[in-house]
């Protein structure tokens, strides 16, 4: 099994379609629901990429990471749900 790893997809090679605005209202509508603490260890060099991309973006860095992961998240339930291609 060949591993990808996230920055290194052409997806995140250029800027976001994601927008400021709209990020900033959902956080502030998502920060009244409770979440739950939890912890990923990182490396520094990814953690500085992260501050760096989410500045560009004009988000916090935290908030940018929960957006990745439930992006993937969405993504990966729809990926498994489709019916397997027939070759």
Known sequence: MKHTYVRSL?????PSQ???KKILAAARRLKRKR???TSVALEEE?????KQLAQWRG???Q???RMFILEGLRHSV?????????A
């Not at 052409?10 to 250029?14: A, H, I, L, V």
């Not at 990814?46 to 992260?50: D, G, M, N, Q, V």
């Open 63 to 65: 908030i940018l990471m």
């Open 18 to 20: 994601f927008e400021e």
């Open 10 to 14: 052409k997806e995140y090679r250029s």
């Open 59 to 61: 988000v916090p860095y």
């Open 35 to 37: 979440k739950c603490p």
């Open 78 to 86: 729809v990926r498994d749900a489709r019916p397997a291609r027939k």
């Open 46 to 50: 990814t953690i500085r990429e992260l």
